[in-house]
Nanobody
Framework: QVQLVESGGGWVQPGGSLRLSCARS????????VGWYRQAPGKQREPVAT???????VYADSVKGRFTISRDNAENTVTLQMNSLKPEDTAVYYC?????????WGQGTQVTVSS
């Protein structure tokens, strides 16, 4: 089992920045695929950014150039730096870990972008 705890959400004005962090604990492997998903009200959960064990990032088209995912295998953390935030980025953001067919989720952290 892997436990994931997010932090860093909150309210920000359009154009602002937030940094989300995910602390991974339990049976943590450096070979896990890690990532961030989000779910806006009335919408399905969608991938935002993922990172392979080798450190290769994949971003949703909607966040390319604005968001940056990183992982620290020594500290067992995953970070999402979000810049130039837009109102449409408002959602609950979830930390995610995939190991073969198993998926683990955090409890989510709210990000609200509004003026």
């Amino acid at each position: 089992q892997v436990q994931l705890v997010e932090s860093g959400g909150g309210w920000v004005q359009p154009g602002g920045s937030l940094r989300l962090s995910c602390a991974r604990s339990g049976s943590v492997w450096a070979y896990d695929i890690v990532g961030w998903y989000r779910q806006a009200p009335g919408k399905q959960r969608e991938p935002v950014a993922t990172m392979s064990p080798g450190g290769v990032p994949v971003y949703a088209d909607s966040v390319k150039g604005r968001f940056t995912i990183s992982r620290d295998n020594a500290e067992n953390t995953v970070t999402l730096q979000m810049n130039s935030l837009k109102p449409e980025d408002t959602a609950v953001y979830y930390c995610h870990t995939q190991r073969f067919d198993a998926q683990f989720w955090g409890q989510g952290t709210q990000v609200t972008v509004s003026s």
